[in-house]
T-cell receptor, first 115, second 112 residues
Framework: DTAVSQTPKYLVTQMGNDKSIKCEQN?????MYWYKQDSKKFLKIMFS???????INETVPNRFSPKSPDKAHLNLHINSLELGDSAVYFC??????????????FGSGTRLTVV | DQQVKQNSPSLSVQEGRISILNCDYT??????FLWYKKYPAEGPTFLIS?????DKNEDGRFTVFLNKSAKHLSLHIVPSQPGDSAVYFC???????????FGAGTTVTVRA
């Protein structure tokens, strides 16, 4: 039973399209995150929600909009996709504030390719 | 502006020997530090962590060392095993913040 699950695992789409990535965690964690791993392999935070409330919103184009219907779900919607959005997107969750000693639990990632 | 640097993109080590991975950070306000391991097509998994009140934490074959004055941490894997071949990410954070900042990763290859 996967702790943090993301769908889809792979997503290939054309420029200008709108797409969504879904994330669900069954760990009972209070905080969820979206990270982007770019071509240089850095993992950069995009958003974080704590109990459905947005607490981190890094410098991300407003074409990216997170939505958390409940604390077990955090979805990412991307409008008007651009070539530069191609990356691997990771969802993660944590229980204690900022992950502390237990760290995040990551999903397996969604590889987005914009053509 | 990268706050966490892993200057060695790759490391090759013989099975049974020690693997030493290094990580430098820029902000002295960070007070906890973690290492993650990542296999291809999977998400990173938590490996080991250390808080700023310690300078060493050990868990089986994995030991993390922290040098606060140098803003440097390292991960030692002894002995290295073929299953340790993966990408290792260093991550840092502050206890009053929700965010972890990650390095670019070091790819470890353990040779038989």
């Amino acid at each position: 039973d996967t702790a943090v699950s993301q769908t889809p695992k792979y997503l290939v789409t054309q420029m200008g399209n709108d797409k969504s990535i879904k994330c669900e965690q069954n760990l009972g964690h209070d905080t969820m995150y979206w990270y982007k791993q770019d071509s240089k392999k850095f993992l950069k935070i995009m958003f974080s929600y704590n109990n459905k409330e947005l607490i981190i919103n890094e410098t991300v184009p407003n074409r990216f909009s997170p939505k958390s219907p409940d604390k077990a779900h955090l979805n990412l919607h991307i409008n008007s996709l651009e070539l530069g959005d191609s990356a691997v997107y990771f969802c993660a969750s944590s229980q204690v504030k900022a992950g502390a000693y237990y760290g995040y639990t990551f999903g397996s990632g969604t590889r987005l390719t914009v053509v | 502006d990268q706050q966490v640097k892993q200057n060695s993109p790759s490391l090759s080590v013989q099975e049974g020997r020690i693997s030493i991975l290094n990580c430098d950070y820029t902000n002295s306000m960070f007070d906890y530090f973690l290492w993650y391991k990542k296999y291809p097509a999977e998400g990173p998994t938590f490996l080991i962590s250390i808080s700023s009140i310690k300078d060493k934490n050990e868990d089986g074959r994995f030991t993390v060392f922290l040098n606060k004055s140098a803003k440097h941490l390292s991960l030692h894997i002894v002995p290295s095993q073929p299953g340790d071949s993966a990408v290792y990410f260093c991550a840092v954070g502050r206890s009053n913040d929700y965010k972890l900042s990650f390095g670019a990763g070091t790819t470890v290859t353990v040779r038989a």
